[in-house]
């Protein structure tokens, strides 16, 4: 940006920040956030030219002012669509420079579920401009090294196309979210995790690199060797340190294709021991390592079996026989209504060995897992179609108005001494008891501690060497659904306390900062957290709709 561009940008920051600070002062409720297109406000800008970097009006404020949760409304007052990261830094230089800062908030593709990217009564950073104003191609900011195997990547990109780029040089990136469909900067905010995340850790650990723009405006390019603190802060940081303009991911050789497995358990013990035996890299026993995907999937009625995020184990997909969801049904009521899933996948083709590789490991896991004889489906496809295996579940509940409903997902990591009193009291007891007929995946995987970086700022169960991810990832599709789910959470909550069962929030939520220091953080992590939000962004600008920083630090 040359000086004379930024110093426009700036004054209509400046004029912006004006007119939060009167907003913020005189409105007496979120509705009184609707603008119309003779605003005076938007006359300003238009006046000084910079009308296509920000907006207040309600076409661009009310999708920026929600997310894919559908639960949480915090109306933003203006959007900026930036061109480069220089526009998002004096955005924040602006709003640092005015005695009442107002909030920024960076936006991808609005993924997050309980207003963690909404910037009250502030402005939301349209992510994705980045990608289609600044003078070239989304793919622009996308670029392979393949001498050096890695990628640099814009924050606003896709993880599906951050898998096509490396594809077409026949690399990887190791570690994945099961929804490609989400940005970078998005993902590595928070975690991101996925069945691989046994063997290689989240995609927080698989991170080389980053630039970042802190809440002062500065911008900063970091990594362990350089700026270490930051880059420790701002992966699985909930977007409180900076906006993540670039992140530079290693690659691998790349495999070509995937023996997609789905195994039924009648028994959540036989499944988690099995899980674990898979996810023992370490050690070594019959099954360690055979599979590259390890994740499970409880199945406790009608409702729960729905699932956007892969076929059911009885599809056509999966299996052709004609009395397989029969066969199913009835495995279920055996087991008293609830059955588990292990899913996996093992790679070859390319870098990965040959079929008759795969055909070996598929023969042993057959053999050594504990799962209900005759429940074993197995398919055959491509690599990259198996990452991207929810798009088409996605694309089937869009065309049914399915997608865009309330989803009061609730994510969890829990110790692996007690997985097992939690199924018995969640998976058979208030699943069960209390059910609400919506429809979603609840998943439940193990997770290797090692692999997980404790200098980083996401929280997770450090006492045992193995610890679970639970997501029941349920979406509201009828009148009375969302109050019955977000009850319902309230109560497995309640259960765990209750039960003495250690838990921690993953994608968390907290009515306020003493939920967040007090059942999030601890009072370690808590003290390193506010020492790196006074250091990076003092007068807290970024995130507030976290809600764990609403004002400036003393």
């Not at 990547?153 to 979210?177: F, M, N, Y």
């Not at 035996?277 to 055979?290: K, P, T």
């Not at 060497?465 to 789910?485: H, K, N, P, Q």
Request: one cysteine or more.
């Amino acid at each position: 940006m040359n000086k004379a561009r930024e110093m426009t940008v700036i004054a209509a920051l400046f004029v912006l920040g004006c007119f939060l600070q009167t907003v913020q002062t005189a409105r007496a409720d979120a509705d009184a956030l609707a603008w119309t297109p003779a605003s005076p406000f938007r006359d300003e800008l238009r006046d000084l030219g910079v009308a296509a970097l920000i907006r207040d009006d309600a076409e661009a404020t009310a999708p920026a002012s929600t997310d894919f949760g559908n639960v949480t409304v915090a109306r933003a007052a203006a959007v900026l669509y930036p061109s480069c990261p220089a526009d998002i830094a004096a955005l924040l230089r602006a709003s640092c420079a005015r005695p009442s800062p107002f909030p920024v908030s960076a936006r991808g593709r609005g993924h997050s579920i309980r207003g963690q990217a909404a910037a009250p009564d502030g402005v939301v950073v349209d992510m994705p401009s980045l990608g289609r104003l600044g003078g070239g191609s989304s793919a622009s900011r996308l670029s392979v090294s393949v001498d050096g195997r890695y990628i640099d990547a814009g924050g606003e990109q896709l993880w599906v196309d951050v898998l096509r780029a490396a594809l077409a040089h026949g690399l990887t990136p190791r570690s994945w979210t099961d929804y490609l469909h989400l940005t970078v900067g998005g993902t590595l905010s928070n975690a991101g995790i996925s069945g691989q995340a046994f063997r290689y850790g989240p995609q927080i650990s698989n991170v080389q690199e980053l630039d970042v723009i802190t809440g002062v405006g500065e911008m900063v390019t970091c990594s362990k060797e350089r700026n270490s603190d930051l880059f420790d802060a701002v992966l699985g940081g909930l977007g409180q340190f900076g906006v993540i303009t670039r992140a530079r991911i290693p690659l691998v050789p790349a495999p070509t294709r995937a023996r997609w497995v789905r195994l039924l358990y009648t028994g959540a013990a036989a499944l988690t021991g099995d899980q674990e035996r898979l996810i023992d890299v370490e050690r070594g026993n019959a099954l360690s390592g055979l599979m590259d995907y390890v994740e499970g999937t409880v199945l406790a009625d009608k409702g729960l079996i729905g699932s956007w995020r892969s076929p059911s184990p009885s599809s056509s997909s999966f299996c052709s026989e004609p009395d397989a969801a029969a066969r199913v049904a009835k495995l279920t009521e055996e087991a008293g209504g609830v059955l588990y899933c292990l899913e996996g996948a093992l790679y070859y083709g390319g870098a990965a060995g040959g079929e008759p590789d795969v055909e070996k490991r598929l023969e042993v896991l057959l053999r050594e897992l504990r799962y209900a004889r005759g429940f074993a489906f197995v398919q055959d496809v491509s690599y990259a179609g198996f990452l991207d295996r929810v798009r088409d579940g996605e694309l089937k509940l869009r065309a049914a108005g399915l997608w865009d409903v309330p989803h009061p997902w609730l994510n969890l990591f829990l110790p692996r001494s007690r997985v097992l009193d939690f199924a018995a009291g969640v998976f058979h007891g208030i699943l069960r008891r209390t059910r609400t007929g919506a429809m979603g995946p609840v998943l439940v995987y193990p997770m290797n501690r090692d692999r997980w970086d404790g200098n980083t700022s996401a929280v997770f169960p450090e006492e045992e060497e193995v610890f679970y991810t639970v997501g029941i990832l349920r979406s509201a599709v009828s009148e009375g659904d969302l109050g019955r789910l977000e009850e319902q959470n309230d109560e497995i909550l309640r259960f765990c306390e209750e039960a003495g069962i250690p838990c921690v929030q993953y994608l968390p939520y907290y009515a306020g900062q003493a939920g967040w220091e007090k059942k999030h953080f601890g009072p370690a992590k808590w003290a390193r957290f506010v020492e790196r939000k006074r250091k990076y962004d003092p007068k807290a600008i970024l995130s507030r709709g976290q809600r764990i920083f609403t004002s400036p630090l003393a």
